[in-house]
């Protein structure tokens, strides 16, 4: 099996992930899905502040064993990094641990950080939307959010609610900050650093505080200023869909796949804008799924693409197995097809 560090002759692929632990059932059932990478999200590893290497390497061992590839851990959990979040005291001591983490990371043989700057994080106003046959679906409606005024439809791993309005310029600065520091780290470690958009991406503030990366331009100019390798996008087809009901997805595309610039994809879409949309099946939402793919082998887009949210079906897991199990198998369908 190629190790993880060193796929980059494999072609576009299929993955699993959005699992937060590991265990020998769940790494099995991927295998029988007929996939070779994970991903990890928001992995529950010992530590309160960082992550060792002793924990990851264990992880990256227990992957191999399975006969998969530990491709990316994607979101350390706030608390880590929640005073670089807000340019509070302390943030210091947390880029410390961050660097550790990343070192640790390059050292234990896992290729890929992903991170997002969302310190108030996911939102939903439903969980319980029905799509296909009765499927469960989550929905946002941004009117919902914005007249509950408080963080009722905002996910757990987010920052405390902050007693004061933050402005843009000061959430661009605390980006700057910490890129500027972190970035180097990574590049030293051989990990690579992928941006997830925002999510709902709005332009209004969602529990007091601005979102950043909700249209084209404001992902330019974070992988413009601080252009490297080992910095790019976890491209979530998902959040571009809802920016503008689908248009535009496969130019950013082309723009950030031609310059090497996406990691992996979350392969995932919505039906409606990011005023009011709905997480659907692939196939059934904006955009078109041959398409993406497409385009993503014409730009020479070689890493792997993971189902993201999923809608729950009948008789599921809280994972999801058999939404993702579906989605999986789609998605190599999608492949299968346009490399014939």
């Known amino acids: 099996?190629?190790?993880?560090?060193?796929?980059?002759?494999?072609?576009?692929?299929?993955?699993?992930?959005?699992?937060?632990?590991?265990?020998?059932?769940?790494?099995?059932?991927?295998?029988?899905?007929?996939?070779?990478?994970?991903?990890?999200?928001?992995?529950?590893?010992?530590?309160?502040?960082?992550?060792?290497?002793?924990?990851?390497?264990?992880?990256r061992e227990q992957v191999n064993a399975a006969g998969l590839r530990l491709m990316s851990l994607e979101n350390v959990p706030v608390t880590f990094y929640d005073k670089i979040l807000l340019g509070l005291p302390g943030r210091e001591e947390q880029l410390d641990n961050m660097v550790a983490t990343v070192r640790n990371m390059?050292?234990?043989?896992?290729?890929?950080?992903g991170y997002h700057f969302m310190p108030t994080g996911v939102w939903r106003t439903s969980a319980t939307e029905?799509?296909?046959?009765?499927?469960?679906?989550?929905?946002?409606?941004?009117?919902?959010?914005?007249?509950?005024?408080?963080?009722?439809?905002?996910?757990?791993?987010?920052v405390p609610p902050p007693d004061r309005d933050y402005t843009v310029e000061e959430?661009?600065?605390?980006?700057?900050?910490?890129?500027?520091?972190?970035?180097?780290?990574?590049?030293?470690?051989?990990?690579?650093?992928?941006?997830?958009?925002?999510?709902?991406?709005?332009?209004?503030?969602?529990g007091r505080i601005p979102r950043l990366f909700h249209g084209f331009e404001s992902f330019r100019r974070a992988l413009d200023k601080f252009a490297s390798p080992a910095h790019g996008l976890n491209f979530c087809h998902g959040c571009w869909s809802e920016m503008k009901a689908g248009q535009g997805v496969l130019e950013a595309i082309r723009h950030f796949g031609e310059r090497k610039q996406i990691h992996y994809v979350h392969f995932r879409d919505v039906q409606g804008d990011v005023g009011d949309f709905?997480?659907?099946?692939?196939?059934?939402?904006?955009?078109?799924?041959?398409?993406?793919?497409?385009?993503?082998?014409?730009?020479?887009?070689?890493?792997?693409?993971?189902?993201?949210?999923?809608?729950?079906?009948?008789?599921?897991?809280?994972?999801?197995?058999?939404?993702?199990?579906?989605?999986?198998?789609?998605?190599?369908?999608?492949?299968?097809?346009?490399?014939?």
């Open 1 to 59: 099996m190629i190790p993880a560090t060193h796929v980059d002759e494999l072609p576009i692929r299929v993955g699993l992930g959005q699992f937060h632990t590991l265990s020998d059932s769940l790494l099995t059932y991927i295998k029988q899905c007929g996939v070779d990478d994970i991903q990890v999200n928001t992995p529950r590893l010992p530590g309160e502040c960082r992550w060792e290497y002793e924990d990851l390497a264990a992880w």
């Open 106 to 113: 390059g050292r234990a043989g896992i290729p890929i950080l």
């Open 130 to 158: 029905l799509v296909r046959g009765g499927a469960l679906a989550t929905r946002y409606e941004h009117s919902l959010a914005i007249a509950a005024g408080d963080d009722r439809y905002q996910h757990k791993n987010s």
């Open 171 to 206: 959430m661009w600065a605390n980006y700057d900050w910490y890129l500027e520091r972190i970035l180097p780290a990574c590049e030293e470690a051989g990990v690579g650093l992928a941006l997830h958009p925002d999510d709902p991406p709005v332009d209004d503030p969602l």
């Open 278 to 340: 709905t997480e659907c099946f692939l196939g059934e939402g904006n955009c078109d799924p041959v398409e993406t793919i497409r385009t993503l082998k014409q730009v020479g887009f070689r890493g792997f693409l993971i189902p993201d949210h999923v809608p729950r079906m009948e008789g599921d897991t809280d994972w999801g197995h058999r939404g993702r199990g579906w989605t999986a198998g789609y998605i190599q369908g999608l492949l299968d097809a346009v490399a014939s």
